[in-house]
């Protein structure tokens, strides 16, 4: 299995080289936010119940220097949270408009494979047939190219958060 998805993930960058770096590195920025947003809740919560006795209010209390420190905190941590949204809808575009350009470029590639074919395979084979296997076959490959990217991304974040 791990051989088909490595074999997979090689043939992508060898199609779309250029964007597959760009994946990698909104990959990383996304994961970035996800860790940041997620490691902002338990401060949060413990300056919110217990302001005085928080081990982390000394910091921000320190950091931010301000008279109305708790609202300057609350729309950092809004403004954190609303970019991330704002990227993670910008992330989810771009990577369907990839896997929707990679299911094209995948098509014509194996329709080209059924034009060289000989004359006389293509006489015995049904066209419908394989006009279906150009739509289909791309559509479950780029599906299964998908559900290993959404694995990628969500071992990715997950390991961001371990990391204490």
Known sequence: MFQAIKHSLNYIFEI????TIVFIFLLIVSTFLEGLSISLVYPIIEIILNKNNSNFW???ENTLKFNYQAIYLIGFIVSIYIL???????????????????????NIKLFSKYLDMSYEKYLKT?????????????RKYVGCIEASLLIFIELFTFGIILIP
């Open 16 to 19: 779309q080289k250029k964007n």
């Open 58 to 60: 000394p910091f921000f």
């Open 84 to 106: 991330k949204s704002i990227f993670l809808i910008f992330f989810t575009w771009w990577r369907s408009s990839f896997l929707t350009k990679l299911n094209s470029i995948i």
């Open 126 to 138: 049904d066209s419908s047939v394989l006009l279906r296997n150009c739509h289909e076959e791309a």
